[in-house]
C-alpha cells in the first residue's frame, strides 16, 4: 500500500500563487508516475498534471505555462507550483501516484485551494 499526504492547499487572490505537496510513504518502490487531479464543485474529476519518474510532464492545457510540477525522487514527494491563479482554478486538488507493481492508482485525501477574485 502507498500512502499519500497532500499539503499547501488554501485561499489566495486572483493572480496569487500556492504551491501544494505530496508525500508517498509504504510501497513507493515501484511509482512511476505522480501527479495532480482537481475537481470543482457540480464537475468531474479533472487531470491536473503529471511527472514521471524520468521528469517526463504532462498538463492540461487549462494550466500550460500557469503551473509546474516537480518532483523529488529520494523524498517521494511531488510538488505542483501554480502561478497566476484564477477563480476557475478552485477544486480540491487530489494527489495521486501510479505504481507498476500492485498496478494500482493511490489516492490522497485532497486538498482544497480557492482562488477569489
Known amino acids: 500500500q502507498v500512502q499519500l499526504v497532500e499539503s499547501g492547499g488554501g485561499l489566495v487572490q486572483a493572480g496569487g500563487s500556492l504551491r501544494v505537496s505530496c508525500k508517498a510513504s509504504g510501497l513507493t518502490l515501484g511509482i512511476n508516475a505522480m501527479g495532480w487531479y482537481r475537481q470543482a464543485p457540480g464537475k468531474q474529476r479533472e487531470l491536473v498534471a503529471y511527472?514521471?519518474?524520468?521528469?517526463?510532464?504532462n498538463y492540461a492545457d487549462s494550466v500550460k505555462g500557469r503551473f509546474t510540477i516537480s518532483r523529488d525522487n529520494a523524498e517521494n514527494t511531488v510538488y505542483l507550483q501554480m502561478n497566476s491563479l484564477k477563480p476557475e482554478d478552485t477544486a480540491v486538488y487530489y494527489c495521486?501516484?501510479?505504481?507498476?507493481?500492485?498496478?494500482?492508482?493511490?489516492w490522497g485525501q485532497g486538498t482544497q485551494v480557492t482562488v477569489s477574485s
Open positions: 495521486y501516484a501510479n505504481h507498476v507493481v500492485t498496478m494500482t492508482d493511490y
Open positions: 511527472i514521471t519518474t524520468s521528469g517526463s510532464t
